[in-house]
């Protein structure tokens, strides 16, 4: 059975990997192109390509799959099964439609819950107690095709976007690597996605990375954890952007306005929140700085930052 696999990032390299030790013919890897990295700019390749040549298989880079000289180069490898995780392109009906069993997805949600680019994050964001991977057909909808499995994954008190990356990609890998067979056989019936179910999480904008100070702590919590390590919450410092790479969740004296601080502490400084739940900042990022530890940045900024500095826009 040939199989053309699509990914990109490193979520998808235990997915590709898995299937090369259990000794599937991985006849061609489509990625995306290489992209100019960090400030220097250096031309970097995706993971998955990286992984791929290491194993010698033929690796395609198109800008924009959907271009019918792109088509024509993944039907040349004439595969018998598309499999993608985290490609970062919709296909086009051709390719769907080209393999005999099919394009399968591996998707890190439950289905149909979280349908789109940031599952992960908003499921964090969202304070839900569990994420998973569902292994699905693509159609020309947006992951709105039949299950063929799925597994649940608890999310921890302190796991963020990075812990739950990494669990949710090899529990994914693992998962494929059972999926296939039934797949392949007829054994596994799909399951049709219950509609009246269906959420979304769409990429993350800028506008979500901002903290509202109003919000109740856990709702910040949450959101800090959702966003960390990439792209990494915000608020504003004397009118600039302020890093929040994490913090810690505590008791709040309420003698102080949502976003003012409250207390200085070792290890960080408490923020007053809009519930009876502080969030105490241990790591953090000024702007035009690198990351730093709360209690770093506190004895750099002197007597400027000192409880009643306000965080957050203060001309509201």
């Known amino acids: 059975m040939k199989i053309v696999f699509m990914g990109t990032p490193d979520f998808s390299v235990p997915v590709l990997s898995n299937l090369i030790s259990e000794g599937y013919d991985i006849v061609a890897v489509v990625t995306q192109p290489d992209r100019p990295v960090g400030r220097k700019r250096v031309l970097t390749p995706p993971p998955v390509k990286v992984e791929a040549e290491k194993h010698k298989i033929a690796v395609l880079q198109p800008e924009k799959i959907k271009e019918p000289m792109e088509i024509e180069k993944v039907l040349a490898y004439d595969p018998d099964l598309i499999i993608t995780a985290a490609f970062g392109q919709i296909l086009p009906k051709e390719l769907l439609d080209a393999p005999k069993y099919g394009c399968i997805n591996v998707h890190a949600s439950l289905l149909p819950e979280y349908r789109g680019g940031a599952p992960i994050h908003q499921a964090i964001i969202d304070g839900q107690k569990e994420a998973g991977v569902t292994i699905m057909y693509m159609v020309e909808k947006l992951d709105a095709g039949d299950m063929l499995s799925q597994v649940r994954v608890p999310i921890d008190e302190n796991d963020h976007v990075g812990t739950m990356h990494d669990k949710l990609s090899s529990s994914g890998a693992k998962l494929l690597i059972e999926t296939i067979p039934g797949l392949i056989s007829g054994a596994i019936q799909p399951q049709p996605q219950d509609e009246a179910k269906v959420t979304f999480a769409r990429n993350i904008s800028r506008e979500m990375e901002l903290l509202d100070w109003t919000r109740s702590g856990e709702s910040l919590y949450n959101q800090i954890r959702g966003l960390h390590p990439w792209p990494v919450a915000y608020t504003l410092l004397e009118g600039k952007p302020l890093k929040v790479w994490w913090g810690e ?27 009876d739940t502080a969030i105490k900042i241990t790591e953090l990022q000024p702007s035009g ?14 007597s400027q930052l000192t409880v009643g500095v306000q965080l957050g826009d203060t001309n509201e």
């Open 249 to 275: 969740k505590v008791k709040s004296t309420q003698e102080q306005k949502p976003g003012v601080i409250e207390r200085i502490d070792a290890d960080g400084f408490v923020v007053a929140t809009g519930s």
């Open 289 to 302: 700085k690198k990351k730093m530890t709360a209690d770093s940045f506190i004895r750099g900024a002197g």
